[in-house]
């Protein structure tokens, strides 16, 4: 659509950035394009209250710019929240490349794309998410200091996505409580879907804890690759919200809990690394709640690897890692029965938490 031509007279009608249903009060958006590498990329700084943005970035083939403007959007101000949440001194950003990570990531267009980061002093600080690699942050690292989930050899804390994953699982744990009585994963029916870096991971956790686990991603190689490494059965079919299952692990990428997911879910818990699993939060958290299903509210979960980079500039080390990350447990089991008691949904109660402690940051400055 905004590769079109459009009429002046109906650009008023567009609205395309500060109207954007997702713009949600961002202090700053900054598009970087660069005709010599192909590089075209949106940083969106959500909120700096307490503290530089800090958030991955995403290489993903988007349908459309308004596909790429909104994602960032939505992902930038989901880690104004997750940060929020979890304690740490950090503000919310994400930046999105708009390309094929396998086909058109260059070393050079991730050595510009560090020195856009680096035009913003520190105000963006940027770290991976999908379609990056460590490998790609150290590059990065090369020409900005404003970037982390660096290497362990050149002083990083390494790949956060092996954390992520226990976060993910500590919140898991944590809803099965909830709702089952116990945190025992032993024999409960989880459907991983999406088993990257992080969904791996997961399984790997969820294997070792005597889960029965079914994968599912749209790449063959990586689902026979991660079955032949864990006890675990590839998803033969191609609806895997109508299966019978407990537990429903999105991995992938967001808004797959939808209208139409919700009518089909058997799952009794929704507990996944993907941001952003539900396509309107309002909305979706709402009916998660009328049909009995628990939902671990993403931003809460998949905190360990925003833990885990914020070691490189906080110098905390591995210990303290792992126990800010087991320390989801408490706090999603907290969540749940605040939900319960209050009668809201997970999701707002999770983000009543975070935003008042933006709110009291903002008072007393
Ligand atoms: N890496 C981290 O530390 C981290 C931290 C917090 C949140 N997350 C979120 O977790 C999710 C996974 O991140 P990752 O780092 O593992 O990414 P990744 O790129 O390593 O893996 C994503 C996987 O999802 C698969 N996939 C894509 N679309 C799919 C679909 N429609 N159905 C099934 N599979 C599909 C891909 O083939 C790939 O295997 C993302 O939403 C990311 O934003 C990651």
Not at 8 to 14: G, P, S, T
Not at 77 to 94: E, P, Q, V, Y
Not at 122 to 151: F, H, Q, W
Not at 163 to 169: K, L, N, Q, R
Request: aromatic share 8%.
């Amino acid at each position: 659509m905004v590769t079109e031509v459009v009429n002046k007279n109906e650009l008023h009608k567009l609205d395309p950035v500060f109207g954007q249903n997702s713009f949600d009060n961002h202090e700053q958006i900054v598009f970087c394009n660069d005709k010599d590498t192909g590089l075209k990329a949106i940083i969106g700084i959500h909120n700096t209250v307490l503290g530089p943005a800090l958030g991955g970035t995403r290489m993903w083939q988007y349908k459309n710019e308004w596909d790429a403007l909104n994602d960032v959007l939505r992902l930038s101000r989901g880690m104004t929240f997750k940060s929020a949440i979890t304690g740490l001194n950090l503000g919310g950003g994400k930046a999105v490349i708009l390309g094929d990570a396998k086909t058109q990531k260059t070393p050079e267009l991730m050595l510009r794309f560090g020195e856009f980061v680096h035009s913003l002093n520190g105000k963006y600080i940027t770290a991976e998410d999908v379609g990056m690699e460590t490998s790609d942050m150290d590059l990065v690292r090369t020409v900005t200091p404003y970037v982390t989930g660096i290497s362990e050899s050149i002083g990083g804390a390494g790949n956060p996505s092996p954390i992520t994953a226990y976060g993910v699982f500590m919140g898991m744990k944590a809803a099965a409580k909830y709702t089952f009585g116990s945190s025992d994963l032993e024999n409960k029916v989880v459907y991983v879907q999406g088993i990257g870096n992080v969904g791996e991971a997961l399984v790997e956790n969820l294997s070792n804890e005597g889960a029965k686990v079914y994968i599912a991603d749209i790449n063959q190689e990586r689902l026979e690759e991660v079955r032949d490494k864990y006890s675990v059965e590839i998803y033969g079919g191609n609806n895997l919200y109508a299966e019978d299952m407990d537990i429903y692990a999105p991995c992938a990428l967001g808004a797959t809990v939808n209208d139409s997911t919700i009518h089909q879910l058997k799952a009794k818990v929704i507990a996944g690394a993907a941001n952003n699993q539900l396509a309107d939060e309002l909305k979706h958290g709402l009916m998660l709640r009328e049909k009995g299903i628990v939902y671990a509210p993403d931003f809460l979960i998949n905190a360990g690897g925003i833990i885990n980079v914020y070691a490189e500039l906080e110098n905390y080390g591995k210990q303290e890692i792992i126990r800010k990350t087991e320390n989801i447990f408490n706090t999603t089991l907290e969540i749940l029965n605040n939900a319960e008691t209050n009668g809201i949904t997970t999701h707002q109660a999770a983000f009543d938490v975070a935003q008042a402690r933006i709110d009291s940051r903002k008072k007393e400055k």
